[in-house]
């Protein structure tokens, strides 16, 4: 298995501009999340996803944030317009369905977003 | 109040030390629990569940105090591969299946 694969790696963009992130969950997962993390506030849940439905997005800063997940193998993190304290780094990660929540997550490698 | 909270560190210890992190949870609804270990710059990947009759994994011990909404991760021998962020995490209870991750602390094993 390829494990969780995001898009960009590294994007580096300037304020006002439209940015958008991408997620491949693994193949079977029905949980997907994105976090996003700063060296201030560690590691923050935005949205999550069950079964392609979006569950819980109180994360969410603002209205300059969306997230879709059209189908269980992708998902898209989109910031518009970008500002300077978006940089960061925003995961992807996605766990199986089972009747607790013992399962860990797999995160993917991250996108290192900079808004100049 | 953090939800999750643990010591920044950094632990600076010797090749062969053993160290013991902590961490306290705000939720006593909380289900789950984990460490995982976060390098440079990488993801976090999942180090070992956390139950409630403490468990081990070789140099790796987790132990669970639902009385004092408190975990801890103890690491013996410690190798200089050790070196890196450890995240206590916390699923908060039904309904909800993100997990929490507190700030992590750092450790440095040094030769």
């Known amino acids: 298995d390829a494990g969780v694969i995001q898009s960009p790696r590294h994007e580096v963009t300037e304020m006002g501009q439209e940015v958008t992130l991408r997620c491949k969950p693994i193949?079977?997962?029905?949980?997907l999340f994105w976090y996003r993390q700063t060296m201030m506030r560690g590691l923050e849940l935005l949205i999550y996803?069950?079964?392609?439905?979006?569950?819980?997005d109180s994360g969410m800063p603002e209205d300059r944030f969306s997230a879709k997940m059209p189908n269980a193998s992708f998902s898209t993190l989109k910031i518009q317009p970008s500002e300077p304290r978006d940089s960061a780094v925003y995961f992807c990660?996605?766990?199986?369905?089972?009747?607790?929540?013992?399962?860990?997550?797999?995160f993917g490698s991250g996108t290192r977003l900079t808004v100049v | 109040r953090k939800e999750v909270e643990q010591d920044p560190g950094p632990f600076n210890v010797p090749e062969g030390a053993t160290v013991a992190f902590n961490c306290t949870y705000s939720?006593?609804?909380?289900?789950?629990f984990f460490w995982y270990r976060q390098d440079c710059r990488k993801e976090p990947k999942l180090l070992m569940s956390?139950?409630?009759s403490g468990n081990e994994d070789g140099r790796f011990t987790a132990q669970l105090n639902r009385a004092s909404q408190y975990i801890s991760l103890l690491i013996r021998d410690s190798k200089l591969s050790d070196s890196a962020t450890y995240l206590c995490?916390?699923?908060?209870?039904?309904?909800?299946?993100?997990?929490?991750f507190g700030s992590g602390t750092r450790l440095q094993v040094q030769p």
């Open positions: 990660a996605s766990r199986q369905q089972d009747g607790t929540a013992n399962y860990g997550y797999t």
């Open positions: 193949s079977g997962h029905d949980y």
């Open positions: 996803f069950n079964n392609n439905v979006p569950i819980d």
């Open positions: 939720n006593s609804a909380s289900q789950s």
């Open positions: 956390v139950y409630s």
């Open positions: 995490v916390v699923n908060e209870g039904t309904g909800r299946r993100a997990l929490t």
